[in-house]
């Protein structure tokens, strides 16, 4: 009889990180009986990754409504996940990281009496406002799991401290790496086609170097923005020759001071947010990425690309510790100063682009499946 998945997640980043394990599952039909559920927490983001990497949900929630707060899409997907849970019935649900989707399914999971795999799990600021909600929301599935798949020791030693049984944790890198291999190979690969990579190829002189920027924190809403904006302005007039690429997120708190401030000025492109494909090309062309995501944290060090991470705090502590990534918060000065440093010092530029990514070898999903296999090792044989 097969083991049967449930894998859900809602995002364009649980999508990235959650595609390569659905993959992986799938190439043992024999074994498992693999299905996916999208809360669609976000919606046209997400679908964009689903046709990247082929993938069919065979239930879609569509949750996604305007001005939406976190108090009714909790409710929501807690709601809307019952009946799925009832029809499918399986033995173990996946969710992944630390979004609303996250949480929410792993609560109505343990109603239904699944075991949960909490994939990337164990990642800690111990501050429950930064990132916010994300914090709480990885910490509350972290309980909640009965697998805990930590990217790093320092994630698993994190679970530990919680008094997580050691047999419940496996270390298995971070399955955003085997996204990125798959993905590198996809955009290079002969008779691969993008519009918005032509448009960028079009827009952008290659020859010059990039500067790619991502914003989008609630913690940055307001002030750090504004702030981040000064800091990008004064990049772009002391070095005219720098092209500072941002795709601005649809949020209006981000959108409106990031055109309002930044808009008109000729070696600052704000674009619209970029298709996963795009995104990683325009990564792996950059010199330098500033950003405030979690997930590039992750990736960039994987292409080589240096990272100045616009958070007080990070859950990623490892990247800081490779020297990897660095953390420059928002204020203006020192973003301004720490990339300075880096158009101008080659020496210090190759040291951080070129150490040793804490995050895996691109093969987390192996390892998961290995781990659930190992369980159900009588059965199977």
Known sequence: MAIKNLIIFGTRPEAIKMAPLVHEFRKNPDIFKTRVCVTAQHREMLDQVLDFFDISPDYDLDLMKPNQTLHGLTAAIITELEP?????????????GDTTTTMASSIAAFYSGAKICHVEAGLRTFNKHAPFPEEINRSVAGVIADIHCAPTQ????????????????VITGNTVIDALQFSQLKVNSEGFTDDEIEALKERLDLDRRILLVTGHRREN???GFISICKALRGLAEKYPDLQIVYPVHLNPKVKGPVYELLGGI??????????YPAFIWLMSRSHIVLT??????????????????????TERPEAVKAGTVLLVGTDADLIVTETTKLLEDDTLYESM?????????????????????????????
């Open 266 to 275: 000729e070696n600052i492109h704000l674009i619209p947010p970029l298709a």
């Open 154 to 169: 320092t994630s698993c030693d994190n679970l530990l401290r919680e008094n997580k049984p050691a047999e419940s944790i």
């Open 353 to 381: 682009g070129h150490r040793h990514n804490p995050y895996g070898d691109g093969k987390a999903c192996e390892r998961i499946l290995g781990h659930i296999l190992k369980d159900h090792a009588d059965e199977i044989t």
């Open 221 to 223: 809403h307001g002030e």
């Open 292 to 313: 405030d995501s979690g997930g590039v944290q992750e990736e960039a060090p994987s292409l080589g690309k240096p990272v100045l991470v616009m958070r007080e705090t």
């Open 84 to 96: 799925v849970l009832s029809d499918f019935q399986p033995d173990y649900v996946y969710v992944h």
